[in-house]
């Protein structure tokens, strides 16, 4: 991922690069375009001045030149402006799960990989999630169903997490969420908010109800020296001994 994420980096910079190089040369070319009109203007007086004779030709040249130059201009600062619009839209859409709206698996990696840093570390706490339910539904209601109960269920996740940490899709049915000076008292309560807003979405019988696999781990009480040992454990939990929200 690493090497995948530097030529990334590197291409965007390339890409700010020209863009900045770009606006650069229309300034100038803005500027030589007012210059341009305003000895336009200072030749048409003088002329008028010495002579009472029609303009020539070659006024009208200069105007109409004039008159093209700042509609191109125009159009290119437009066609910039749209640029850069939609450069920002698919760089977002890059970064976020289509489905449910949230971080995409890139997205996980690159915020796991900052929890390497010691301030974070250390009271770093991982929350593993999974929808239990999820394969029942996609046979009984198909994959529609399926998307639907992810769908339901990460605008609930989202909800909760604002408050405590950074929510994320990590591909499939895993759901994660990393939260920063996080000790077992801070978890609970996140799951426990949890645990209120899925009952509340179950009570109202909207769709299927939601029933929620998960695990934790707290680097307060592992130690562990690396954010991807703590990840490692939580996986480990998961498969071999999933807690059920309840």
Do not use: W
Not at 61 to 88: E, K, N, P, Q, W
């Amino acid at each position: 991922m690493k090497p995948d994420f530097y030529n990334k980096s590197k291409r965007a910079h390339i890409y700010n690069t020209i863009y900045l190089l770009k606006i650069l040369s229309l300034c100038i070319l803005v500027v030589f375009t007012v210059i341009l009109a305003v000895q336009f203007s200072t030749y048409k007086a003088l002329f008028h001045e010495v002579s009472g004779d029609r303009l020539p030709p070659i006024f009208l040249v200069m105007a109409l030149c004039l008159i093209f130059f700042v509609l191109s201009i125009l159009l290119d600062f437009y066609i910039l402006g749209r640029t850069a619009s939609i450069g920002h839209h698919l760089n977002k859409l890059a970064y976020i799960d289509k489905l449910t709206g949230l971080p995409n698996r890139y997205s996980c990696d690159l915020l796991i990989n900052s929890f390497n840093d010691p301030k974070l570390l250390s009271s770093a706490g991982f929350i593993l999630l999974k929808i239990e339910n999820l394969v029942a539904i996609n046979s009984l209601a198909g994959h529609d169903g399926g998307n639907f109960l992810i769908s339901e269920f990460c605008s609930i996740l989202e909800d909760v997490s604002g408050d405590y940490g950074y929510a994320g899709r990590n591909g499939g049915n895993e759901f994660l969420v990393l939260m920063e000076e996080c000790d077992n008292t801070k978890a609970d309560m996140f799951l426990m908010d949890l645990t209120k807003r899925i009952h509340g979405y179950n009570e109202m019988n909207v769709g299927d109800p939601i029933e929620i696999a998960y695990s934790k781990a707290m680097n307060i009480d592992e130690g562990k020296d690396n954010i991807s040992d703590l990840i490692s454990l939580g996986y480990k939990r998961l498969r071999e001994s999933p807690q059920v929200l309840s």
